[in-house]
């Protein structure tokens, strides 16, 4: 797959006054809309940060299920100049039509859509066992997770107003990206993952957006057991949570969380917690 390299600025400087009307200047995110072609076909406008583009459309087109293998696709080229995103599969798209044709309206910041009824395939969808080490998470573990995105330099910290999701091998920090909406960043990592045929069986998703129905699904597609939000949880996302087995933390910043669902792939460590005074 050939792939351009057009990661974008990812914040602009902008002159502002404050309380006491003195002028200065700050950093705030450089939004910018990506529209994507598939075959010359117009497919979706994408309003993005543009820190890893070819990453994002590859793992959007993963996640809407339009394509069955990284290797279908020819290659991904991004040019800012006209604001689009060239994709060229090796064979087409079977059904282009019928898949594209029901768009689903998610609650994600921006424009978030799904393609399809996803909801159906829910069913098809695979986790590996909690009874594999590997697709567990330890209480330690998970404030050695927490501790690393504390200290993790963002765009966030200079600028605000972005979501960011990271990817963890228990407390190891693989992959960290920030994006205008939390499901953009999402599919940057699972195109990450999908490129380098990395597997999702013992990864952790951190994200700091909701855990809505779309966050979760997106995780359980890429066979990731285990996610964790510093935001909290819909009731869509719960249930399926539950009904995937997956193991959803919510509301965790520093020492605190709280486990939602997958209780088998939790390992309590009490002694985990700072001493009480």
């Known amino acids: 797959m050939r792939l351009t390299s057009a990661a974008a600025p990812l914040t602009h400087e902008i002159e502002v006054r404050d309380e006491f009307g003195a002028a200065r200047r700050i950093a705030i995110p450089a939004e910018r809309a990506l529209t994507v072609f598939v ?9 993005t940060l543009g820190a890893a583009p070819e990453l994002l459309v590859l793992g959007y087109l ?22 689009a995103a060239a994709v060229n599969t090796r064979a087409g798209i079977e059904r282009f039509n019928e898949k594209t044709a029901r768009r689903v309206v998610t609650t994600g910041c921006g424009q978030g859509t799904v393609f399809g009824d996803l909801m159906s395939e829910v069913d098809t969808l695979q ?23 504390r200290v993790q330099e963002s765009t966030y910290k200079s600028a605000g107003s972005v979501h960011g999701c990271a990817l963890f091998r228990q407390d190891e920090l693989l992959m960290f ?25 013992d990864k952790v998703f951190y994200t700091t957006g909701r855990l809505t129905s779309e966050m979760v699904i997106k995780a359980a597609q890429m066979g990731v057991p285990a996610v964790v939000s510093r935001s909290g949880i819909t009731q869509m ?18 020492r605190h969380f709280i486990c939602y669902s997958g209780f088998a792939r939790f390992d309590a460590e009490p002694e985990a917690l700072p001493p009480t005074r």
């Open 39 to 47: 075959d010359k076909r117009e497919l979706v406008t994408l309003m």
């Open 62 to 83: 993963r996640n809407q299920r339009l394509v069955d293998a990284a290797s279908d696709i020819e290659s991904i080229t991004v040019d800012w100049d006209v604001g």
């Open 127 to 149: 986790l590996p066992s909690a009874e594999l080490p590997e697709a567990r998470l330890g209480q330690t573990a998970l404030y050695g997770l927490l501790n690393a995105m």
């Open 177 to 201: 990206v920030e994006d205008v909406g939390r499901h953009n960043a999402i599919d940057t990592i699972a195109g990450w993952m999908w490129l380098n045929g990395v597997s999702g069986h």
């Open 237 to 254: 996302g719960h249930a399926l949570g539950v009904q995937l087995g997956m193991a959803l933390f919510g509301r965790a910043m520093n």
